[in-house]
Each structure stands twice: as structure tokens, then as C-alpha cells.
């Protein structure tokens, strides 16, 4: 194999991870296209557009940065950006984030099935959180590593709806226009820009880890450059997708907490059913993932003492959980992009700082 087919496989690889990320089992419910881009109507475009800028800047910087410093043991990429302090705060404040994103996949285990299933979402909402407390505490790494592929199977899945619903429905398109009263309600923002930014924020501030070991784990800075720009471009492409199928039926998925699912029930019962299982095993998995990472993080240095910690975790997530899947996503995800403005601001002020050359994603595309 020469070096030019490996370079490619390992951008493939990167940008794959980069994309899987993003969607994996949140952005495939539908509910954060919906805040952050279909609620906009027609401008939801100028949201991906905006959010293509950011995500090549911002996904670049982080993976080439992480490459940079592969060789310096627990780089800390928050105060690497932030300095001490500032830095200090941010590495506290990521494990309370996914203790808030544990309790929205929760909430939106119950709604998944409420809406598919018709089972009452505290049940619903219960039987996720059991699960996940159960995958801590009897150590099902092994089980949790197999539902980790279900992230692959998810994107699929939700590209396959988007981009049937969006054949089917095209000719609703010009009409949109009459749904801006009623998908007004779910904007994450004040101003279409602002929810770019949050967007954003939200995805880089939640993401800084996963990403920065990415470009630390590369073969190469040019595997790990244009996998991010090949990810970023991927995305963004993905969420145009998804967000213009959920525009084109706003009359119902604009009230859903899982506007995908329906659309998936719509094209077939049974597609419907086998997506709303990938889903909840998605969920599972980011829960799980997001458990160990709280609970490593706050290691109390004994086995008795973690376990408590962790039923305490679960206790608090399924009771924020027992909330309205879109109204944790429409406090939490905007309060987190809030949060990570500073953070961005300081990735790019010291990316502009050391000047480096603009990117020309075009031009690496073609020779890509």
C-alpha cells in the first residue's frame, strides 16, 4: 500500500470520527437541526453556512493543535487556549456539561418511546437511566464498545430519511414561508446568527477533548488537517440534508420531540421501528460513555464510594430527564454555547495570533 492510499484511508478515518461525533445519537433525533437551523426558515441556510466557516476553522485548529503536542503527556488543551485559570474553569466545567447532556439523552429515551411506542416517558426515562447505571456498575465495557458501532448505523440511518423525505417533499419547499409561526417557537436564539455561533460553541466547547485526541492519535498533521476540513464539509452537508427534511414537513416535526423518528415512521412502519431501536441504543451508548467519563472524573478512590457516586449521577439525570426532551435541549444546549463563547474566542485569538495561513479548502480538496 503506498503512502498516498494510507494518507487517504486515515483522512477518511478522521474525518469519520469528526462527523460521527457531531450527529451521533443527538443531532439524529432531529430536535437540535430543529432549534439551531429549521427554526429559521430560510435562513436556517445562513446558519449552515455560518457553521461551515466555524467548523473548518475550529475543527482544524483543535486536531492540528492536538497533533502538535501528541508528544507532551496530559496536554491540557483548555489552559493550553485559556491560560490557568481560565482553563482550570473550563476542565471543571466539561464534566458538569455531560452530566446535563446525560439527563437530555434520557429525557429523549422517553420520548423516543412515548412517541414511537406509546409508553409513558417517565418509564421510558427510567429504563434509560437504569441501564446506564447498570453499565457502570457491573462494568459492561465490552457491551458498550459493540453499541459504539450502532454510531455509524445511526448517520446512515438518518441520511437515508432526510434524503428520501427531501425527494418526496420538494415541492413543499416554497411554502415553507407559512410555517415561520410555528417553528419561531423552538429558536435556540434571538437572531439566526447568534444561533450559528451557539451551534458552534455548543460543539467545540462539549468536543474539545474528543477532538484535540483525534489530532493527537493522527499519523500525520495532514491526516489530521484534512480529516477535519473533510468532516467539516461532510457535516455541515449531512445537517443541510436533515434540516431541509424536517423544513419541508415543519407542520408536524416542528411540535415533535423526535421530528426524524416521524419522518422515518412516515416512509415505513417497520423503518420507523428499527430506527427508533438504533436510536435508543445510540442513546445508551453516549449515556454510558458520558458516565464513565463524570465518574472518572470525580473518583472518590474506592470502588463503594464511585458506586454511590454514580447512583447519585443517575438519581439526578432521570429526575432532570423526567422534563420535555426539546425544553432541555432548547435551556441546556444554548446555556452550554453560551458558556463556550469565551472558550472559541480564545482558540481563535490564539490561532490568529501565530498567523498561520489561511485555509484554502478548495484547493485542498482537489489535490485531496
Not at 163 to 182: C, E, G, K, M, R
Not at 204 to 229: D, E, M, N, P, V
Not at 234 to 261: G, S, Y
Not at 315 to 320: A, R
Request: charged content about 10%.
Amino acid at each position: 500500500m503506498d503512502d498516498s492510499t494510507h494518507s487517504r484511508k486515515a483522512v477518511l478515518k478522521y474525518a469519520g470520527a469528526f462527523v460521527a461525533w457531531v450527529i451521533g445519537s443527538g443531532f439524529a433525533t432531529g430536535q437540535e437541526v430543529l432549534q439551531f437551523f429549521t427554526s429559521y426558515g430560510y435562513w436556517s441556510y445562513g446558519v449552515v453556512a455560518v457553521c461551515l466557516a466555524g467548523f473548518l476553522l475550529l475543527g482544524e485548529t483543535l486536531m492540528t493543535q492536538g497533533y502538535a503536542h501528541r508528544a507532551e503527556s496530559g496536554f491540557n488543551q483548555f489552559q493550553f487556549y485559556c491560560g490557568k485559570k481560565l482553563g482550570t474553569f473550563y476542565g471543571w466545567l466539561i464534566p458538569v456539561t455531560l452530566v446535563l447532556l446525560i439527563a437530555v439523552l434520557i429525557s429523549g429515551a422517553g420520548s423516543t418511546f412515548t412517541e414511537y411506542y406509546g409508553v409513558n416517558h417517565y418509564i421510558g426515562s427510567a429504563i434509560m437511566a437504569v441501564s446506564v447505571l447498570c453499565s457502570y456498575l457491573i462494568g459492561f465495557e465490552r457491551l458498550t464498545k459493540v453499541v459504539s458501532m450502532i454510531g455509524p448505523v445511526i448517520i446512515v440511518f438518518t441520511l437515508v430519511v432526510g434524503s428520501i423525505t427531501v425527494i418526496l417533499d420538494y415541492a413543499n419547499f416554497p411554502a415553507v414561508s407559512q410555517y415561520a409561526s410555528v417553528l419561531s417557537r423552538s429558536q435556540a436564539a434571538p437572531h439566526w446568527t447568534i444561533s450559528a455561533f451557539l451551534c458552534a460553541s455548543l460543539n467545540f466547547l462539549s468536543g474539545s477533548t474528543y477532538f484535540t485526541q483525534l489530532g493527537i492519535t493522527a499519523q500525520s498533521r495532514k491526516g489530521a488537517k484534512y480529516g477535519a476540513l473533510l468532516g467539516a464539509a461532510a457535516l455541515m452537508l449531512a445537517i443541510m440534508i436533515m434540516n431541509t427534511a424536517i423544513l419541508l414537513d415543519a407542520e408536524h416535526t416542528a411540535l415533535l420531540d423526535i421530528p426524524v423518528l416521524y419522518l422515518a415512521k412516515k416512509l415505513s412502519y417497520t423503518f420507523g421501528a428499527v430506527f427508533s431501536i438504533v436510536l435508543i441504543l445510540g442513546m445508551f451508548c453516549s449515556c454510558s460513555a458520558m458516565m464513565w467519563s463524570v465518574c472518572s472524573r470525580f473518583s472518590f478512590g474506592e470502588k463503594r464510594g464511585n458506586r454511590c457516586f454514580a447512583v447519585g449521577v443517575s438519581m439526578f439525570t432521570f429526575v432532570l430527564g423526567l422534563f420535555s426532551f426539546s425544553q432541555l435541549v432548547s435551556v441546556f444546549y444554548p446555556l452550554v454555547g453560551y458558556l463556550g463563547l469565551i472558550y472559541i474566542g480564545c482558540v481563535l485569538y490564539k490561532r490568529f495570533r501565530h498567523r498561520e495561513p489561511p485555509i484554502n479548502f478548495y484547493e485542498k480538496v482537489k489535490r485531496f
